[in-house]
């Protein structure tokens, strides 16, 4: 989307802040499979220098989800601050998660891509409803199935060991 592209080839050596409105035509453009719409406040600053360009990204809003237990949609609030640094090189490759090598001639930035992966990033795996992740959080079971077979009302004696593990430990 052109909307998204900054112009970095006119740019002076100085910082500069670009404003962004994201909304559910951002989420139909860039994937809509993760997040089904939303509305978010993308802010770039751009700090451009000699042999590189920090950028730093800062998003906020919410986006709507489909939980996964019931699938009623509800909207999860976010608030994200990333910082990238563009370095001037002969081939583009990215080295690190903050350190991109892109080319000399290169004219644009296209910074909705990355503001599609910061906020999948920041979506859970597990996608619960606001009422369900306070009882989940309750839970001192961490997500683990404990079993607990109920005691024999007919046995008086819980010490009478049966006689076949009697057998099996005087092998020891």
């Known amino acids: 989307m052109k909307a998204f592209r900054v112009n970095i080839i006119g740019l002076s050596?100085?910082?500069?802040?670009?404003?962004?409105?994201?909304?559910?035509?951002?989420?139909?453009?860039?994937g809509a499979d993760q997040v089904a719409g939303g509305e978010l406040?993308?802010?770039?600053?751009?700090?451009?220098?000699?042999?590189?360009?920090?950028?730093h990204f800062r998003i906020q809003g919410h986006v709507g989800l489909v939980c996964d237990r019931s699938l009623e949609p509800f909207d999860l609030a976010l608030d994200i601050n990333k910082r990238i640094v563009f370095k001037y090189g002969e081939e583009e490759t990215e080295l690190s998660d903050e350190i991109i090598v892109i080319r000399h001639d290169r004219t644009f930035l296209d910074v909705g891509q990355y503001f599609y992966e910061f906020i999948v990033l920041e979506i859970p795996m597990k996608k619960l409803h606001p009422k369900f992740r306070d009882a989940e959080a309750g839970d001192d079971n961490d997500g683990k199935l404990i079993y607990t077979s109920p005691a024999d009302p007919e046995s008086g004696d819980d010490d009478v060991i049966d006689p076949r593990?009697?057998?099996?430990k005087k092998l020891k």
């Open 165 to 168: 593990w009697e057998q099996l």
């Open 13 to 30: 050596l100085k910082a500069h802040h670009f404003d962004f409105t994201l909304g559910d035509a951002f989420f139909k453009e860039y």
């Open 41 to 55: 406040v993308a802010a770039v600053a751009l700090d451009k220098k000699e042999t590189f360009i920090e950028a």
